[in-house]
């Protein structure tokens, strides 16, 4: 236990956003469910606020609060593989621990893009990354959890034991209790990856996106792309102007030609002015790390459409021109294949038809830039509402902007899987003892 005045406590406070600035009453590192249980009974016997922390990196600030007590599962990062291609996962992993347990046997975890992001946070609330097409989103692919309830018990959510608490787990958030472990199914990797960048130099941003766009309309599942937009920061040396990235990734571990040929497509129908390869998961999985340093400031919006047509091409341009500064990116993801196959109510997780996925990673260092930043990644969302295909994604909500948490939650889920989610916290944590995360209306 951490307290103020401890050696080591504004480290232990601290999380990835610079702009979250708690100061807990404890940081409490736990080593096992016993730990975790008492952490809970003391914070509920005390009325103390209790933040649930796994990787840190969450941008909303959940894992952390002022004056209550922080449970901090960052120890809690053993990940084992079995023959059968599952994968037991501690609740306090990053990405980074899955792939060096998985790629050293050929297999990946469908998880998200940055190697530092908790396992926990990003799976709870869904998890997009560069296996989303060919098999699903991490929630997706979520076959077990242990988990901590309100009231101290342990309880094991899969398909025949609380297979209704599965459901919320697998995009509902963290409303339920702790995670102490997930068990996760695991998919062959390529023996060597299949995988690129192209660069664009502003002058061809508007062919490439057309082509792009053009490109998406019929890809097989194994092929994943992301269009994103950023300052490279010093360490890439690229330069100081706006880049358009066109990456991509292909899956099948079986089939690398056809891969290697929808490339080629790409590449004749907008000749990239550089372009990177790479052959190694771990590096893949971990290549914009460099983009989000632990105390960069983090604000980040989100919305999934469906169109990518002249008027959305023009906000998404002129948006990646007028920001100049290092840290901010502008990611369009190309969503369907066994994504979009999920029917819609067999988890919490909104949009499984949008084809694609805007995500803004608003990232700066200065506490002087907060307000107009901040401004500009909202006003970024709300010139994209028009176009929307009703997506939120419910890790990009913050708790501090003013916003009904009761409607923010209705707006991501609608109101029959919210329905079913208010159900389950009920059953589960009645007294809303885990009301610092994306909050499920217990009213």
């Known amino acids: 236990m951490i307290a103020p005045g401890d050696e080591g406590y504004d480290f232990a406070r601290s999380v990835w956003n610079g702009i979250i600035d708690k100061y807990p009453a404890a940081v409490v590192r736990v ?20 933040a649930v922390r796994g990787g840190g990196h969450g941008v909303s600030g959940n894992g952390t609060v002022d004056r209550g007590i922080v449970v901090d599962l960052g120890d809690l990062r053993t990940v084992e593989v079995d023959d059968a291609q ?52 991490s929630a997706d692919n979520l076959l077990a959890a242990d988990l901590v309830t309100a009231t101290g018990d342990r309880v094991r959510a899969s398909d025949t034991e609380n297979p209704e ?25 390529p023996t060597e990856l299949c995988a690129v960048n192209f660069i664009y130099a502003e002058p061809r941003w508007p062919k490439a996106v057309r082509a792009w766009e053009e490109w998406t309309r019929d890809l097989p599942d194994p092929m994943q792309s992301i269009m994103t937009f950023i300052v490279p920061p010093a360490e890439l040396e690229a330069g100081d102007e706006p880049l358009l990235l066109l990456s991509a990734f292909w899956s099948d571990p079986d ?80 969503m369907g294949g066994a994504f979009a196959r999920v029917p819609e109510d067999a988890t919490p997780f909104p949009a499984r038809t949008s084809r694609f996925w805007l995500n803004v990673y608003g990232a ?15 006003g970024f969302a709300r010139e994209m509402e028009p176009f929307s295909s009703g997506g939120l994604y419910v890790n990009f909500l913050g708790r501090d902007e003013g916003t009904d948490r009761h409607e923010a939650a209705r707006a991501v889920y609608g109101s029959e899987k919210l329905d079913r989610l208010v159900a389950l916290k009920r059953r589960y944590d009645p007294q809303n003892i885990f009301h610092l995360n994306h909050n499920i209306p217990v009213e």
Request: aromatic share 8%; net charge negative; hydrophobic share 40%.
């Open 364 to 378: 700066w260092p200065d506490p002087a830039d907060d307000a107009t930043r901040t401004a500009w990644v909202r």
């Open 255 to 334: 089939d690398r030609a056809t891969g290697e040929r929808f490339l080629e497509d790409l590449r004749r129908a907008a000749p990239p002015d550089a372009e990177e390869a790479e052959t190694d998961w771990t590096a893949w999985q971990s290549a914009v790390d460099v983009l989000g340093r632990k105390g960069l400031r983090g604000y980040w919006k989100n919305t999934s459409f469906d169109t990518l047509d002249d008027a959305v091409i023009e906000v998404l341009l002129r948006r990646a021109r007028e920001q100049r500064w290092v840290g901010t990116g502008i990611d369009v993801h190309h």
């Open 165 to 189: 608490l599965l459901w919320g787990l697998r995009g509902g958030g963290g409303n339920f209790g702790v995670v102490t472990q997930f068990t996760f199914r695991a998919h062959r990797l």
């Open 86 to 137: 599952r994968v037991r996962v501690g609740g306090g992993a990053t990405l980074s621990d899955v792939d060096s347990a998985t790629a050293p046997q050929g297999l990946a975890v469908p998880l998200g893009v940055v190697s530092r992001t908790g396992v926990g946070g990003l799976t709870l609330g869904g998890g997009i990354g560069w296996l989303t097409r060919s098999y699903g989103l």
């Open 31 to 50: 080593a096992d469910e016993d730990d975790i249980a008492a952490v809970i009974a003391y914070a509920r016997d005390h009325d103390l606020s209790l």
